[in-house]
């Protein structure tokens, strides 16, 4: 009876008005906001089917269409423990997407019995929206989906994606991971900060920062996280407007164009819902520097393994990667970090599993998005080891620091803020510059290409994406252009959120790597 009057209420205040299919993909839906009122209000009756499925636990609908132009905007659905909601799940969301008015209520009806879910289970959705004009509407149309199928919405307005993941972690562990509002993620993330840097006196680390917020909805939470800090890191922000601008930038590249950047500045950029950062400088020589997320990856690992071993504990650490993180990175950490590295398909939530079959899995796409998982017996451990009186005392403090550093990570997901304050931390415990961290290992020159094609899907990937199954030939064809590189290495995918295919290469030569990625796009165009 409900799933009628919510399917009709969708057909009298939120009708289809798009004909073409929709893919709920690698991160959600994201598009035109024009013609989203109606996908809002199915993915809310949608997340309240996912609460009743997860017994009435709280799970999250974000509005945001991360990077995107700011005419842009989707949606994001998030599972009970702050992470991104399952693959398994994504089939209901694109059948929601697609059928007519007519069908919907048959639809939803197919989703409850092949789900098994009971229908009267209670059911609670937290949504929040990035600073796009579009936003506050379409959260409307989603708390309408919500309420129309008797679903409890509780709105928190303006948040980073992060923040809402964190929130819904939270309300589902009985406040375990924190307190679960926007003061309690600051409180708990600057506490740890301070903790971890409390009479600190580095001599080369400035504590001194310039961040690029993207014009996005990290402008307004970044000053709220300042007056949590007091003036124990100094932020300078630059596009910390509203949605004027939104994202101005290139996709996939955080870099900012607004900051005047002289040697010794330390940067960094996020994206536009806060769940993805990179750093930069200005090496002495003048030249540009990327720190981007596979170096912030290997900063993480190093220092947590560093830690895991001071603190005289059994646990394995391992670093997730996608086909895209820089070949230098790779050998780094399995050479010289000797850290097992796994790799897996693009899209955060491969990460985020695969990081799941490590004691402490940190994982991090190249483009900036990542965090650190501990499994529960990890946190226990960790914990115990942290209070065990028996020990002396630099092991217990070396624990006692893992247990700080846990308190920074956003665990849920990654995140610019929580990033950050890890990164600043990690650079002052070892007195560094960007030059101390860049030091580790220098990248390989690499090109990502975009090649325009009539049909995406023929190209087959297997191997984590790194080589091509269909169409045939095509492998071998790229196996011999690489070999004729010294470190040539590259690979070609099919888009996950356009209608394209990437082409990525590497070589010991930028021309060389241009080169190679050129001719290899020939080979798909
Ligand atoms: C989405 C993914 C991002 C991935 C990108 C690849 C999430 C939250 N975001 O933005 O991780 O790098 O897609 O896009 O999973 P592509 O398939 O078009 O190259
Ligand atoms: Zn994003």
């Keep these: 009876e409900i799933l009628k009057k919510a399917a009709e209420n969708g057909r009298q205040n939120y009708p289809r008005s798009l004909q073409t299919t929709l893919l709920y993909g690698t991160a959600g839906i994201r598009m035109r906001a024009d013609n989203l009122d109606y996908i809002l209000y199915r993915m809310g009756l949608l997340s309240v089917l996912f609460s009743k499925f997860r017994k009435g636990q709280v799970t999250g609908l974000m509005v945001t269409a991360s990077h995107n ?56 959705v937290c949504t929040a929206m990035d600073t796009r004009p579009s936003s506050a509407q379409l959260s409307r149309a989603a708390v309408g989906g919500i309420n129309a199928l008797g679903g409890e919405s509780r709105s928190f307005g303006l948040l980073t994606t992060p923040q809402l993941h964190y929130i819904v972690c939270c309300l589902n562990t009985n406040h375990q991971y924190g307190l679960p509002t926007e003061d309690g993620y600051y409180s708990k993330l600057t506490a740890a900060f301070l903790k ?133 990175s790779t050998k780094y950490i399995t050479e010289i970090m000797k850290v097992p590295v796994a790799c897996v398909p693009t899209g955060v939530k491969h990460l985020h599993h695969k990081a799941g079959d490590f004691d402490i899995g940190v994982y991090f796409e190249a483009n900036g998005h990542g965090t650190v998982l501990f499994s529960e017996g990890a946190q226990k451990t960790i914990l115990h080891q942290a209070g065990d009186d028996s020990l002396d005392e630099a092991t217990r403090a070396a624990a006692g620091q893992l247990v700080t550093a846990m308190d920074m990570i956003n665990q849920t997901v990654g995140d610019a803020i929580s990033d950050l304050l890890l990164v600043e931390t990690i650079l002052a415990v070892r007195d560094w510059t960007c030059g101390d961290w860049d030091a580790a290992y220098t990248d390989l020159p690499s090109v990502l290409l975009k090649v325009k094609v009539e049909d995406r899907t023929i190209v087959k990937t297997t191997d984590a994406e790194r080589r091509a199954t269909s169409p045939p030939g095509l492998q071998a064809a790229i196996d011999e252009l690489v070999a004729g590189y010294k470190f040539g290495r590259a690979f070609v995918r099919p888009s996950g959120t356009e209608d394209v295919m990437r082409v990525y290469a590497e070589a010991d030569t930028k021309e060389h790597a241009n080169k190679l990625a050129y001719e290899v796009g020939l080979q798909v165009y």
């Design 69 to 124: 132009p700011v005419e842009d905007n989707g949606v994001k659905l998030i599972d009970t423990m702050g992470e991104m909601m399952p693959i398994s799940w994504e089939k209901h969301a694109t059948k929601l997407l697609n059928v007519s008015d007519d069908m919907l209520e048959s639809s939803l009806e197919a989703i409850v019995k092949e789900e098994g879910i009971d229908i009267d289970t209670p059911a609670v």
């Design 196 to 328: 971890f840097n409390k009479g600190r006196r580095p001599s080369r680390y400035l504590p001194r920062l310039h961040v690029d917020l993207a014009n996005g909805v990290s402008a307004p939470k970044i000053q709220a996280l300042k007056t949590y800090l007091g003036g124990a890191l100094d932020i300078t922000t630059y596009n910390d407007g509203s949605s004027g601008k939104l994202n101005y930038q290139v996709r996939g590249q955080l870099v900012s164009h607004s900051i005047d950047l002289a040697p010794g500045m330390r940067c960094a950029s996020f994206d536009g819902d806060g769940d993805r950062i990179v750093y930069f400088y200005r090496r002495k020589g003048g030249q540009f520097a990327l720190l981007d997320g596979d170096k912030i990856a290997t900063l993480f690992a190093s220092f947590l393994s560093d830690l895991v071993k001071a603190s005289g504990l059994k646990l394995n650490l391992g670093l997730v990667q996608t086909a895209y993180a820089n070949g230098s």
